[in-house]
C-alpha cells in the first residue's frame, strides 16, 4: 500500500493517537438505567417494521431454531461437524446460523434449503474463524499489534472481508480483543498483547475494516467482539480456566476494547470459556446483560462459544443441561453456537415461567436484525461466478506490507543489519525453508496457497549473493545431526541468518506452554554458530513472547517476526536487506523466565517496589529485575530524539475535563540518523495518588510517524477525563476523575523518561 492509502485509512481511523481515546469515550458516561434500552419491536430503524411483522407469523419453535447455530464439517471443538442436523433443521425452518462452512456453491446450496423449502424462507447466516485473512494470510493478530498502526488491522480485515465474503461467508468471529498478561496462554497470538488502551484501537479499526458503512455490501462482514470477558486472566494461562477479578480491574482493563468495538458499530458479542469470579461467562449477567445490553445500550447479539452453554454443567454451576439453558438464556446468550441446550428446552422453560417471551422475542429480533442488515432477505446467495479463488496481487501486496511493518528489531549491535546483498549467505533453522509462516488461525481453507518462505525470499532479494541452505535442527528441535553442517556453513559465508521459533500449532487455541524458550534443541543450533566467531542474525518467529536465555547475549542481531503470514518471508527478507526500516514495537514484554510471569510494564507500584539497596522489596533472588524487553520496545536501523512532552495547559478544573474540555500534549520528534524510518512516539500517564492504586504507567496515546534523515515534526494528543480517571469498584460502574497531579510521560517505549506535571484542581 502506498503513502496516499496508508494516510487515507488513517484519516478514516481518526488518527492513531486518539483512537483508543475516541474508542472509549462514551464508556465513561454514567450507566443508563435498564428502562432506557428499547423493548423488542419497539425500537426506531429501518428493519423494525418487518422485523415485528415477521416475528408475528412465527411459532415458538422457529422462534427458538433462529437462535441455533451448528457446525459444519469442519471441527473447532469437541463433538465434530453438525452437516445432516444443519441440512434438515434448515427445511424445516428451524436453524438460524451455520459455521465452519464456506465456498459459494457450498454455502448457496444450504442457503436454497433454509430460503426455499422451510415455511417463511428466513436465510441463514454463514460464520467462519476468518482471524487474519482468508485466501491471504496477514501476520497473527499479536503481530498486528507491534505495528502500533490501526490501519493495519483495518487492511487485513478489509481484504478478510473481501474475499470471504464473495465466497459465502457473512459473518467473522474476529475480533478478539482479550487483553492478557499471560504468554504461556497460547490465544496471545490471537488478540493485541497487554494493554487495553492499544487494544481498544485496534479492536475499533478491525471492526471498520470488516464492517464498513453497509454490511449489505459484497465486500463487507458483520464482525464478532469476543471473548466476554476477562479470557486473558486465566490462571496460569491454561486454556479455558478460572478467572477471579474486580469490578475495577474488569472495567478498567478488560472491558475498554469491547466498549471501542461497540463504539465502532460491531454488529455481534461472543462470550468466553472462563469464569469470572465464580460465574462461568456463559451465565455471567452481569457482563452480558447488566453492562452489554443494558448500560451500553448495545442492540446486537450475543452468541455463545463452541459448546460453552453446555460446558456449564461441568464448571459445576449448571444442574444440567435445561438449567444451562435457563442460565445462559437469561443472563444474556442470545445464539447458541454448537450445544443445542436452548432449542431443545426452551418451550419447556416457557411454559414453566423460568423464561419468558419477552427475552425469547429480544434474542430472535437481534439475530432477525443482523440478517436484514446483512441485506440476506434480498440477497441470499453468493454470486458464484465473482467468487474470489485465491489471493491476488494486490492482496498479496497489501499482507507483506502489513508484515514489514509488524517486524520488531530486538536487538542490533555494531549495525549488523541491515545486510549487504552481495557476498555469500548461508539461511540455517528449523524455518528457513519452511512454510509454517501463516500462523495459528490460518485455517485449512488457506492450504492450497504456499506461503513463500525466508530462503526463497533472500535469494529473491540478494540475486547476485551465493545463498546455502542447512536446516540445522527440526522444528521440534529433537534432532542435532544437521548442526555441524549448519556451522559448516557459517563459517564458509560473510553472514548467516539463523531463522528459528515454535511452530504455528504450538500457540493458538488449547496450545499453552509451561516453558517459553526455543523447543527442543534449537538453541544448542544458535550457540554452534556463535562459537564459529562468523557474522550472524536470528530471526524468531512465534506466536507469543518468548524466553531467550543466555543465547540473546551471545547473538549480535534479532528481529521478531512472529508468525508473518502468506507473504512473511518476503516481508522478513525486506527488513533483512533494508528495504524496510523496521519501525514495530513489542506489544507486550517479553520475561527474562517463565518464572517471571506475570509482568507487565502497566503494574501497580506495590508498598515496597524495588530497590537495589534494600533487600526487604518486591524482586526475585535469583533474576535480574525488569523484563528481557519493555513493552513498546523496538529499533531502527535509524535514530530518532523523542523531545519531553510540552502542556497546552499545566493546571485544568476537574469539572471542566468532566464537561469536555482536554488537554493537549505535543512532542517533538526528529530522525538524527542517515536514513528514513519510523518510529512510534507513545504517551504514557501516572496518577501517583488516588482512591484506588493506579498503575506505574497507562498508555494514553501513541502515533507512528514516517521521517525522513534530518526531518523532525511534532506529534499532538488530547488527554481528556477519559485517559485521566478510572473506574471505581462499584458494581454497576462509576467512573471517577480526581484532583491532584498526573504525571505525563513521551518517549518510544514503556520506560519513557522526559516527563511533565499536570495538577486537576
Known amino acids: 500500500m502506498n503513502d496516499v492509502r496508508r494516510?487515507?485509512?488513517?484519516?478514516?481511523?481518526?488518527?492513531?493517537?486518539?483512537?483508543?481515546?475516541?474508542?472509549?469515550?462514551?464508556?465513561?458516561?454514567?450507566?443508563?438505567?435498564?428502562?432506557?434500552?428499547?423493548?423488542?419491536?419497539?425500537?426506531?430503524?429501518?428493519?423494525?417494521?418487518?422485523?415485528?411483522?415477521?416475528?408475528?407469523r412465527m411459532t415458538i419453535d422457529e422462534k427458538l431454531g433462529q437462535l441455533q447455530q451448528f457446525a459444519w464439517t469442519g471441527d473447532t471443538g469437541p463433538g465434530g461437524g453438525q452437516t445432516v442436523a444443519a441440512e434438515k433443521a434448515a427445511r424445516r425452518g428451524r436453524l438460524g446460523s451455520v459455521l465452519n462452512i464456506y465456498g459459494a456453491r457450498t454455502t448457496n446450496t444450504l442457503q436454497r434449503m433454509a430460503v426455499e423449502k422451510s415455511r417463511l424462507g428466513i436465510p441463514l447466516i454463514f460464520g467462519l474463524d476468518v482471524i487474519h485473512g482468508m485466501w491471504t494470510t496477514f501476520p497473527i493478530p499479536l503481530g498486528q499489534a507491534a505495528a502500533f498502526d490501526p490501519?493495519?488491522?483495518?487492511?487485513?480485515?478489509?481484504?478478510?472481508?473481501?474475499e470471504a465474503r464473495s465466497n459465502g461467508v457473512h459473518w467473522t468471529f474476529s475480533p478478539m480483543m482479550d487483553v492478557t498478561h499471560e504468554p504461556r496462554w497460547g490465544r496471545i497470538a490471537?488478540?493485541?498483547?497487554?494493554?487495553?488502551?492499544?487494544?481498544?484501537?485496534?479492536?475499533?479499526?478491525?471492526?471498520?475494516?470488516?464492517?464498513?458503512?453497509?454490511?449489505?455490501?459484497?465486500?463487507?462482514?458483520?464482525?464478532?467482539?469476543?471473548?466476554?470477558?476477562?479470557?486473558?486472566?486465566?490462571?496460569?494461562?491454561?486454556?479455558?480456566?478460572?478467572?477471579?477479578?474486580?469490578?475495577?480491574?474488569?472495567?478498567?482493563?478488560?472491558?475498554?476494547?469491547?466498549?471501542?468495538?461497540?463504539?465502532?458499530?460491531?454488529?455481534?458479542?461472543?462470550?468466553?470459556?472462563?469464569?469470572?469470579?465464580?460465574?462461568?461467562?456463559?451465565?455471567?449477567?452481569?457482563?452480558?446483560?447488566?453492562?452489554?445490553?443494558?448500560?451500553?445500550?448495545?442492540?446486537?447479539?450475543?452468541?455463545?462459544?463452541?459448546?460453552?452453554?453446555?460446558?456449564?454443567?461441568?464448571?459445576?454451576?449448571?444442574?444440567?443441561?435445561?438449567?444451562?439453558?435457563?442460565?445462559?438464556?437469561?443472563?444474556?446468550?442470545?445464539?447458541?453456537?454448537?450445544?443445542?441446550?436452548?432449542?431443545?428446552?426452551?418451550?419447556?422453560?416457557?411454559?414453566?415461567?423460568?423464561?419468558?417471551?419477552?427475552?425469547?422475542?429480544?434474542?430472535?429480533?437481534?439475530?432477525?436484525?443482523?440478517?436484514?442488515?446483512?441485506?440476506?432477505?434480498?440477497?441470499?446467495?453468493a454470486d458464484e461466478d465473482t467468487a474470489i479463488a485465491g489471493p491476488?496481487?494486490?492482496?498479496?501486496?497489501?499482507?507483506?506490507?502489513?508484515?514489514?511493518?509488524?517486524?520488531?528489531?530486538?536487538?542490533?549491535?555494531?549495525?549488523?543489519?541491515?545486510?549487504?546483498?552481495?557476498?555469500?549467505?548461508?539461511?540455517?533453522?528449523?524455518?528457513?525453508?519452511?512454510?509454517?509462516?501463516?500462523?495459528?488461525?490460518?485455517?485449512?481453507?488457506?492450504?492450497?496457497?504456499?506461503?513463500?518462505?525466508?530462503?526463497?525470499?533472500?535469494?529473491?532479494?540478494?540475486?547476485?549473493?551465493?545463498?546455502?541452505?542447512?536446516?540445522?535442527?527440526?522444528?521440534s528441535g529433537r534432532s542435532t545431526r544437521g548442526i555441524a553442517r549448519a556451522a559448516s556453513a557459517a563459517r564458509a559465508t560473510d553472514v548467516t541468518v539463523v531463522v528459528v521459533g515454535e511452530a504455528a500449532t504450538l500457540s493458538g487455541e488449547a496450545s499453552v506452554r509451561s516453558d517459553l524458550g526455543l523447543p527442543g534443541r534449537q538453541e544448542r543450533l544458535i550457540t554452534a554458530i556463535a562459537d564459529t566467531g562468523a557474522?550472524?542474525?536470528?530471526?524468531?518467529?512465534?506466536?507469543?513472547?518468548?524466553?531467550?536465555?543466555?543465547?540473546?547475549?551471545?547473538?549480535?542481531?534479532?528481529?521478531?517476526?512472529?508468525?508473518?503470514?502468506?507473504?512473511?518471508?518476503?516481508?522478513?527478507?525486506?527488513?533483512?536487506?533494508?528495504?524496510?526500516?523496521?519501525?514495530?514495537?513489542?506489544?507486550?514484554?517479553?520475561?527474562?523466565t517463565v518464572g517471571q510471569i506475570p509482568i507487565y510494564y502497566n503494574h501497580e507500584n506495590t508498598g515496597r517496589p524495588y530497590d537495589r539497596a534494600n533487600?526487604?522489596?518486591?524482586?526475585?533472588?535469583?533474576?535480574?529485575?525488569?523484563?528481557?524487553?519493555?513493552?513498546?520496545?523496538?529499533?531502527?536501523?535509524?535514530?530518532f530524539d523523542i523531545g519531553e512532552p510540552r502542556l497546552s495547559v499545566s493546571r485544568v478544573r476537574a469539572e471542566a475535563l468532566r464537561k469536555g474540555d482536554t488537554v493537549e500534549v505535543a512532542v517533538a520528534v526528529r530522525n538524527t540518523g542517515r536514513r528514513k524510518g519510523d518510529e512510534v512516539v507513545q504517551l504514557y500517564i501516572r496518577d501517583p495518588v488516588a482512591s484506588i492504586v493506579q498503575p506505574v504507567r497507562r498508555l494514553s496515546g501513541f502515533r507512528r510517524v514516517s521521517l525522513g534523515a534530518g526531518k523532525a515534526t511534532t506529534v499532538r494528543f488530547r488527554l481528556s477525563a477519559e485517559e485521566l480517571g478510572f473506574w471505581t469498584q462499584e458494581p454497576h460502574g462509576r467512573f471517577l476523575l480526581q484532583k491532584g497531579e498526573i504525571r505525563v510521560f513521551a518517549g518510544n517505549s514503556s520506560l519513557a523518561k522526559g516527563g511533565r506535571t499536570l495538577t486537576i484542581t
Not at 490501519?151 to 473481501?162: H, M, N
Not at 466476554?228 to 480491574?249: I, L
Not at 523496521?582 to 507486550?588: A, N, W
Open 151 to 162: 490501519a493495519v488491522a483495518e487492511w487485513d480485515a478489509e481484504v478478510s472481508a473481501r
Open 190 to 381: 490471537e488478540g493485541d498483547g497487554e494493554d487495553p488502551y492499544l487494544a481498544a484501537a485496534l479492536a475499533a479499526a478491525k471492526t471498520r475494516g470488516y464492517q464498513g458503512d453497509d454490511l449489505r455490501s459484497r465486500r463487507r462482514l458483520a464482525a464478532c467482539a469476543k471473548h466476554m470477558v476477562a479470557y486473558g486472566g486465566v490462571e496460569g494461562g491454561r486454556d479455558y480456566n478460572t478467572v477471579d477479578v474486580s469490578e475495577a480491574r474488569l472495567r478498567n482493563f478488560y472491558l475498554p476494547p469491547f466498549r471501542a468495538a461497540l463504539d465502532a458499530g460491531v454488529a455481534t458479542v461472543m462470550a468466553s470459556f472462563n469464569t469470572v469470579s465464580g460465574v462461568p461467562a456463559h451465565g455471567y449477567r452481569h457482563a452480558l446483560t447488566d453492562i452489554l445490553k443494558e448500560e451500553w445500550g448495545f442492540r446486537g447479539f450475543v452468541v455463545s462459544d463452541y459448546n460453552g452453554v453446555q460446558e456449564m454443567i461441568v464448571h459445576g454451576y449448571a444442574a444440567d443441561r435445561s438449567d444451562a439453558a435457563r442460565l445462559a438464556f437469561n443472563a444474556g446468550i442470545d445464539m447458541e453456537m454448537a450445544s443445542t441446550t436452548i432449542n431443545e428446552y426452551g418451550k419447556r422453560l416457557l411454559r414453566s415461567g423460568q423464561i419468558t417471551m419477552e427475552r425469547l422475542d429480544d434474542a430472535v429480533a437481534r439475530i432477525l436484525r443482523l440478517k436484514f442488515r446483512l441485506g440476506l432477505f434480498e440477497h441470499p446467495y
Open 535 to 592: 557474522p550472524f542474525v536470528v530471526v524468531l518467529l512465534s506466536g507469543r513472547p518468548l524466553t531467550m536465555g543466555g543465547w540473546l547475549d551471545r547473538t549480535p542481531a534479532v528481529l521478531q517476526a512472529w508468525h508473518p503470514g502468506l507473504e512473511g518471508g518476503n516481508a522478513i527478507a525486506d527488513v533483512l536487506f533494508g528495504t524496510v526500516n523496521p519501525g514495530g514495537k513489542l506489544p507486550v514484554t517479553f520475561p527474562r
Open 615 to 639: 533487600h526487604y522489596t518486591s524482586k526475585y533472588l535469583d533474576l535480574a529485575y525488569g523484563p528481557q524487553f519493555p513493552f513498546g520496545h523496538g529499533l531502527s536501523y535509524t535514530t
Open 7 to 56: 494516510r487515507t485509512v488513517l484519516a478514516a481511523a481518526g488518527g492513531t493517537a486518539i483512537a483508543g481515546k475516541a474508542a472509549t469515550a462514551r464508556a465513561q458516561a454514567p450507566p443508563a438505567p435498564s428502562s432506557d434500552v428499547p423493548r423488542p419491536g419497539t425500537e426506531s430503524g429501518p428493519y423494525e417494521t418487518r422485523i415485528r411483522a415477521l416475528m408475528a
Open 392 to 475: 491476488t496481487k494486490a492482496s498479496r501486496a497489501a499482507a507483506r506490507e502489513a508484515a514489514g511493518r509488524t517486524m520488531v528489531l530486538l536487538k542490533n549491535e555494531k549495525s549488523t543489519l541491515p545486510l549487504d546483498r552481495s557476498g555469500s549467505i548461508a539461511v540455517v533453522g528449523p524455518f528457513a525453508d519452511s512454510t509454517d509462516l501463516r500462523g495459528s488461525w490460518a485455517g485449512t481453507w488457506a492450504d492450497a496457497f504456499r506461503p513463500v518462505t525466508v530462503l526463497d525470499a533472500v535469494k529473491d532479494a540478494a540475486p547476485k549473493a551465493s545463498v546455502s541452505h542447512v536446516e540445522g535442527v527440526d522444528a
